[in-house]
């Protein structure tokens, strides 16, 4: 699935007559809703939980722009690793917001300094809103949607994400 999503995205770049391509670092928070046990948590990240770059394909067709994302996201309960996405981006024309959506793969890890925890990977669906500020600087909420809420049995607890909002600033470098 991976290697599809990398093929598609490379290819979709051809198909453009010529595109723009742009290099962003993302820093988000998140909200999430977790259960262990059975128990639910939510949790808030006082500082990014999630640094990202991306490497989007702008080909000015019908203002859609593509997007794939490599990050890093480190949260409570053993949630924890690094993260693949492809994403579409629709900008509406005339103003500055836009509407995003996407699949993300949640690599979670063996992290050693957290002692180890479950290591399932996670897909998750995304939609999104975001707002230009300028030309270099976006603001962004979006909701992840995990299609297989249990990432793990560690240490006997059961561990599942419920769902995620994510609060995030992308600034375009290139």
Same mark, same amino acid.
């Given at each position: 699935?991976?290697k599809?999503?990398?093929i598609l995205f490379?290819?979709?770049?051809?198909?453009?007559?010529?595109?723009?391509?742009?290099?962003?670092?993302r820093?988000?928070?998140?909200?999430?809703?977790?259960?262990?046990?059975?128990?639910?948590?939510?949790?808030?990240?006082?500082?990014?939980?999630?640094?990202?770059?991306?490497?989007?394909?702008?080909?000015?067709?019908?203002n859609f722009?593509?997007?794939?994302?490599? @990050?890093?996201?480190?949260?409570k309960?053993?949630?924890?690793?690094?993260?693949?996405?492809g994403?579409?981006?629709?900008?509406?024309p @005339?103003?500055?917001?836009?509407?995003?959506?996407?699949?993300?793969?949640h690599?979670? @890890?063996?992290?050693?300094?957290?002692?180890?925890?479950?290591g399932?990977?996670i897909?998750?669906l995304?939609?999104?809103?975001?707002?230009?500020?300028?030309?270099?600087?976006?603001?962004?909420?979006t909701?992840?949607?995990?299609?297989?809420?249990?990432?793990?049995?560690?240490? @006997?607890?059961q561990y599942?994400?419920?769902?995620?909002?994510?609060?995030g600033?992308?600034?375009?470098?290139?």
């Amino acid at each position: 699935m991976k290697k599809l999503l990398l093929i598609l995205f490379l290819n979709s770049a051809v198909l453009y007559a010529q595109p723009s391509i742009a290099l962003s670092f993302r820093g988000e928070v998140a909200l999430s809703s977790f259960e262990v046990n059975n128990a639910r948590i939510t949790h808030f990240t006082k500082y990014p939980a999630v640094q990202s770059f991306s490497f989007a394909v702008d080909g000015s067709l019908n203002n859609f722009i593509l997007e794939l994302r490599l @990050g890093h996201m480190l949260i409570k309960e053993n949630y924890e690793g690094f993260e693949l996405g492809g994403f579409i981006f629709y900008n509406f024309p @005339g103003v500055n917001y836009y509407l995003d959506t996407g699949i993300n793969y949640h690599f979670n @890890g063996d992290e050693p300094h957290n002692g180890g925890g479950p290591g399932e990977t996670i897909s998750q669906l995304v939609f999104g809103l975001g707002y230009r500020t300028s030309q270099k600087i976006a603001l962004e909420l979006t909701y992840y949607y995990p299609l297989k809420q249990e990432y793990g049995f560690y240490d @006997g607890r059961q561990y599942k994400l419920l769902n995620m909002v994510k609060f995030g600033v992308a600034i375009q470098i290139i």
